[in-house]
């Protein structure tokens, strides 16, 4: 796969590759025709058995139509990523080129490699402090690093784990973890440097948009201190990059028990008080929902109501990934998929018309 990044054109062409798929299980986001699901990489065992799995399972996920495929660097020690770079070399032996694909990965845990090591603070030591990447003193939390040094090392080690010369999307991952220790101001001028890095990184052909893929930073009341304004981080992108700056996307969970993107007036943008989802459609960001059907959690035992709103689709896992992905201005439900079972029958999701905006907007009939 020698193309670089994901274009307009070649993701056009691999939606086209699907006539007999729902036209409206693909939508439009940042001048790229993506699919409304996507495959996720977090869950799973460190083993040989686990990684097999999840390289047949990614290639079964394009092959169904499917082409945003979301990793991180530390999602079981640096392996997931490695079997995505196995998974499109197969992709590429059976025709599909790299630029139809979207590929995102995190950085700013600590990514053990391959397995948990024996003393991590060796493991820092040697791989980190030696090679004057970080400091002990750079770690937030215990495992969190957002230094420029830093995450230049893992948007460096993901290319290199997944056998690509660029990304589609970097995410800062879970920046709200860094608010445990460091004041809102301090935050933002990190953030400042972080984004510096990763615009420089654009400039130099290795990644083509950033964002950051959080837990609770979009969740939360205005008032709580790791909430996240998308206002203000998109501002700070302008700073730096202009107008055509990288900051596109966003990750943040979505699913039923856990609504607050779409539900929770919580973001001020332009004067008005809006929800995450509707903030992020106003000033140009992408919305990718991860945890769609929480893990699992949410397939099965969902309440009828919720079925029949849906669509009475065969299986609790269809009406959970129905549901995210039915979501107004959400672009893809991400879904942990490891095995091509479980591929098969997500992506049955792609010849079914999504929830219809009234169906979908009674269910939260007097939220707030």
Not at 3 to 21: D, Q, W
Not at 296 to 316: F, Q, S
Not at 349 to 361: C, G
């Amino acid at each position: 796969m020698t193309e670089k990044m994901a274009t307009g054109e070649a993701t056009e062409k691999f939606r086209n590759r699907f006539p007999e798929i729902r036209e409206d299980f693909y939508r439009k986001a940042q001048n790229l025709t993506i699919s409304s699901v996507g495959i996720g990489t977090y869950l799973g065992n460190h083993d040989a058995q686990t990684d097999e799995s999840y390289v047949n399972a990614i290639v079964r996920y394009v092959e169904l139509g499917g082409n945003v495929i979301d990793t991180a660097a530390n999602y079981r020690f640096q392996r997931s990523e490695r079997n995505i770079g196995k998974a499109l070399k197969i992709l590429a032996e059976k025709g599909f080129s790299r630029d139809e694909i979207l590929i995102c990965t995190k950085g700013g845990y600590l990514p053990f490699d391959n397995e948990p090591p024996r003393n991590v603070q060796a493991y820092f030591e040697e791989n980190f402090i030696a090679k004057g990447i970080a400091k002990f003193e750079d770690i937030i939390g215990g495992s969190h690093i957002m230094t420029p040094k830093y995450l230049q090392s893992q948007l460096d080690q993901s290319l290199e784990n997944m056998r690509l010369s660029a990304l589609d999307v970097f995410y800062i991952h879970n920046p709200e973890s860094q608010l445990s220790e460091v004041d809102k101001y301090s935050f933002e001028a990190k953030l400042a440097k972080a984004f510096e890095l990763l615009e420089r990184n654009r400039a130099e052909g290795k990644l083509q948009f950033y964002g950051v893929a959080t837990w609770n930073g979009f969740r939360l009341s205005p008032q709580d201190q790791t909430f996240h304004s998308l206002e203000r981080m998109v501002n700070i992108a302008q700073k730096i990059g202009g107008g055509g700056h990288g900051f596109r996307f966003i990750q943040l969970p979505f699913n039923m028990v856990m609504p607050e993107g779409l539900v929770f007036l919580n973001q001020q943008c332009a004067g008005k008080l809006l929800s995450t989802f509707a903030a992020a459609k106003e000033l140009g960001v992408t919305v990718m929902a991860s945890a769609s059907i929480l893990q699992g959690r949410l397939a099965k035992g969902l309440p009828e109501n919720i079925r029949e709103k849906m669509g009475n689709l065969p299986t609790d896992a269809l009406t959970a990934v129905q549901f995210t992905r039915s979501a107004e201005n959400l672009t893809t439900a991400l879904i942990g998929m490891s095995k091509t079972y479980h591929v098969e029958e997500n992506m049955a999701i792609s010849n079914v018309k999504p929830a219809a905006a009234e169906d979908f907007k009674s269910l939260f009939a007097g939220a707030k």
